[in-house]
Antibody
């Protein structure tokens, strides 16, 4: 049973850098897209970005200038950094495992394992 | 457009059937997946590849897809099915995208 355990600082001041790490337990690291998603309180889910085991990244254009996702395959970990945070970045941040593929006529993509979430508050 | 649109809220009587939908241009190329989120919890995948249930998801959940619309149907809704449901796909540029979310209430 694959599990994702995430951690990082929960309280930041404006202009600081958010840093979260997610460790993958109980499964292989290759063949998946290791993803970060966030959810402001009372609002919907927002896809932040992803990285594969080879280190290729894919970011939400609205956050791309501030986001870095990295991977350490030796530790089965992937990490999120979001620079120059503001109050608008206050949210619950989730790590998740993504899978993409293609059938005969359609592509498919899903997030099948999620971390429990980390609440990040940005306040002066 | 890279958006996925869902109805904000639906209600269903206990034991009855409810269908929630997700519309977006990307669904003409990508199968949607569906996740259920209960208050204070991480989302849980309930449907992927439009029609496939992960292990452990009850068979009262079913999915379908047509044109630019994906649907999730709960047949014989139970109290534990209450929660927020999000569809998920990639957009035309390959970025991940979530639907706006549907709150399901079981009466």
């Amino acid at each position: 049973q694959v599990q994702l355990q995430q951690w990082g600082a929960g309280l930041l001041k404006p202009s600081e850098t958010l840093s979260l790490t997610c460790t993958v337990y109980g499964g292989s690291f290759g063949g998946y897209y290791w993803s970060w998603i966030r959810q402001p309180l009372g609002k919907g889910l927002e896809w932040i970005g992803e990285i594969n085991s080879g280190g290729s990244t894919n970011y939400n254009p609205s956050l791309k200038s501030r986001v870095t996702i990295s991977v350490d395959t030796s530790k089965n970990q992937f990490s999120l950094k979001l620079s120059s945070v503001t109050a608008a970045d206050t949210a619950v941040y989730f790590c998740a495992r993504g899978f993409s593929g293609r059938s005969i006529i359609f592509y498919y993509y899903y997030l099948d394992v999620w971390g429990k979430g980390t609440t990040v508050t940005v306040s002066s | 457009s890279s958006e996925l649109t869902q109805d904000p809220a639906v209600s269903v009587a206990l034991g009855q059937t409810v269908t929630i939908t997700c519309q977006g241009d990307s669904l003409r190329s990508y199968y949607a997946s569906w996740s259920q989120q209960q208050p204070g919890q991480a989302p849980v995948l309930v449907m992927y590849g439009a029609y496939n249930r992960p292990s452990g998801i009850p068979d009262r959940f079913s999915g379908s897809s047509s044109e630019n619309t994906a649907s999730l149907t709960i047949t014989g809704a139970q109290a534990e099915d209450e929660g927020d449901y999000y569809c998920n796909s990639r957009d035309s540029s390959g970025k991940g995208v979530f639907g706006t979310g549907t709150k399901v209430t079981v009466l």
